[in-house]
């Protein structure tokens, strides 16, 4: 039972066109912004669902994730990709140590939440993906961090990627079924 964790490099995105179909949301936009993460996430393991008040009360939480750090993609009008940008990076410094070598290698990054699309707009949240990725680059970060559900559920953005695997296994109960996963999500802001 694993918990998967896509990884995006964030230095080969670039401002240019990343930015041109992506906008701020607004706080008349907070029903539609938890029908489409509601929409994407009801059912898997571990999502507890958005009402319009719990999202108010999320993005006061932090000064790094406002409504300011919620972004979309919209189509006639109608909001059809969304996802939230947190700068965990402001706060919070990943140091790995390579035991074999010694070399210790430090990293700040970004993370994606409060995300979801609309049926066949696949292809506008890669490209948020990608608007995000650069707005991470532009604060000095070196990754975009999102919690992937299923293998395969993420968009491809077009940037170099690394899946980290978290293991939930504990030897105190047998994992379920595979097949009785619908997909596994963890919010970021918590985790």
């Not at 066109?17 to 906008?23: N, P």
């Not at 029903?31 to 571990?46: I, P, Q, R, W, Y």
Request: aromatic share 6%; glycine share 10%; with cysteine.
């Amino acid at each position: 039972l694993e918990v998967r964790l896509m990884a995006f490099d964030v230095s080969a995105a670039t401002a240019a066109g990343a930015q041109a179909l992506v906008d701020g949301v607004t706080e008349g936009q907070l029903a539609e912004v938890v029908a489409l993460v509601n929409s994407m996430h009801t059912g898997k393991d571990f999502f507890e669902p958005l009402t319009v008040e719990s999202l108010k009360e999320r993005l006061g939480r932090d000064p790094q994730y406002g409504l300011g750090h919620l972004r979309g993609v919209t189509d006639g009008g109608k909001l059809v990709a969304v996802a939230g940008s947190w700068d965990k990076g402001a706060t919070t410094e990943q140091i790995h140590v390579d035991l074999a070598t010694g070399v210790e290698t430090r990293s700040r990054g970004a993370v994606v939440t409060d995300w979801g699309w609309e049926r066949d707009y696949e292809t506008a949240f890669a490209g948020l993906l990608r608007s995000l990725a650069a707005g991470a680059q532009a604060l000095g970060r070196d990754r975009l961090v999102i919690c992937e559900p299923r293998p395969g559920m993420i968009p491809d953005p077009g940037l170099p990627r690394e899946v980290i695997a978290v293991s939930l296994f504990t030897p105190s109960f047998d994992p379920p079924e595979a097949d009785a996963i619908r997909g596994i999500y963890v919010d970021l802001l918590t985790l």
